[in-house]
């Protein structure tokens, strides 16, 4: 599975769950999470991988800090983890 497959059935399931999973860019940082999602009474970074994939050290530095800072955050790289991550929302 693509890392492309698994965005794709991410977005549906979040649309699925009631949210918006908006693609995020940031050319001055590197690192920051692919989506942006908002679920109701929630916000959460999330980064997507193909099944497999790690995380870069730029990151796991934003995911850090996004902990840090007490932000939801989830890496998350195939249609189970998707399933389970919104069944423990």
């Known amino acids: 599975m693509l890392e492309r497959d698994v965005e794709a059935y991410f977005r549906k399931s979040v649309q699925g ?19 942006i ?11 997507l991988k193909r099944p497999g994939g790690r995380l870069m050290p730029l990151q796991r530095i934003f995911a850090d800090e996004m902990k840090r800072l ?17 069944k423990n929302l």
Request: aromatic share 12%; glycine share 10%.
């Open 17 to 35: 769950a009631g949210g918006v999973a908006f693609k995020f860019t940031s050319p001055s940082h590197r690192g920051v999470a692919d989506r």
């Open 37 to 47: 999602v908002c679920l109701p009474g929630q916000t959460w970074f999330v980064e």
């Open 70 to 86: 007490g932000q939801l955050y989830a890496c998350l790289s195939s249609k189970e983890e998707i399933d389970e991550w919104l």
